[in-house]
């Protein structure tokens, strides 16, 4: 039977039941899925022949096909809606408390190009990097540190206190409103 390799992503939709209930294989085909870090690296699997079929966020698609990858949309599963979100820590309440600190992101995510857009319309500088600063290694005061890493890795940074926040979607979205952040919060933070 042929194989098709299809990249999906740790969301609770209804299309997650696909690939335990082999729902979709019969005689001929038999789907085998691939859990995908981010949009931007489905598209770089999508291009070098390791999937078939991926699910991607608008901008991810929009990025690849806007550089010239041979990508086609076949359905709109859901709409994000509040599914992405910026999780920060306590002590920041709006933009403008964003400077000084490192928010982080998978790179070329949708979440990333929110974000972008976001402190561009706040008007905040900002640098970008793969790299996580030390620990206990201050930001830059006058901009905000993006930093592009995995999901896993926005979860461990989070706990670490290593981050101020992250610009996240789906379980790790879940996973840091509901996890105490691992730095030491200021006196201003409520318990």
């Given at each position: 039977?042929?194989?098709?390799?299809?990249?999906?992503?740790?969301?609770?939709?209804?299309?997650?039941?696909?690939?335990?209930?082999?729902?979709?294989?019969?005689?001929?085909?038999?789907?085998?899925?691939?859990?995908?870090?981010?949009?931007g690296?489905?598209?770089?699997?999508?291009?070098?022949?390791?999937?078939?079929?991926?699910?991607l966020?608008?901008?991810?698609?929009?990025?690849?096909?806007?550089?010239?990858?041979?990508?086609?949309?076949?359905?709109?599963?859901?709409?994000?809606?509040?599914?992405?979100?910026?999780?920060?820590?306590?002590?920041?309440?709006?933009?403008?408390?964003?400077?000084?600190?490192?928010?982080?992101?998978?790179?070329?995510?949708?979440?990333?190009?929110?974000?972008?857009?976001?402190?561009?319309?706040?008007?905040?500088?900002?640098?970008?990097?793969?790299?996580?600063?030390?620990?206990?290694?201050?930001?830059?005061?006058?901009?905000?540190?993006?930093?592009?890493?995995?999901?896993?890795?926005?979860?461990?940074?989070?706990?670490?206190g290593?981050i101020?926040?992250?610009?996240?979607?789906?379980?790790?979205?879940?996973?840091?409103?509901?996890?105490?952040?691992?730095?030491?919060?200021?006196?201003?933070?409520?318990?």
């Amino acid at each position: 039977s042929k194989h098709i390799r299809f990249g999906t992503f740790d969301e609770a939709n209804p299309y997650a039941a696909l690939a335990p209930s082999q729902w979709l294989d019969d005689d001929e085909v038999c789907w085998v899925y691939y859990r995908q870090l981010s949009g931007g690296r489905a598209v770089a699997h999508l291009d070098s022949g390791e999937l078939d079929v991926a699910m991607l966020g608008s901008t991810p698609y929009a990025t690849a096909v806007a550089r010239g990858a041979a990508l086609t949309a076949v359905a709109v599963l859901h709409n994000k809606g509040t599914a992405q979100a910026l999780v920060v820590r306590c002590a920041l309440h709006g933009p403008q408390d964003l400077r000084g600190t490192t928010i982080a992101t998978p790179r070329y995510s949708t979440t990333h190009y929110i974000l972008l857009a976001a402190l561009d319309e706040a008007g905040l500088d900002h640098v970008e990097t793969a790299e996580l600063p030390s620990a206990g290694a201050a930001a830059a005061a006058d901009r905000v540190t993006v930093v592009t890493i995995s999901p896993t890795e926005i979860e461990a940074a989070w706990s670490a206190g290593r981050i101020d926040g992250g610009a996240v979607w789906g379980n790790t979205l879940v996973n840091l409103t509901s996890a105490d952040w691992g730095g030491s919060p200021p006196s201003r933070c409520q318990p």
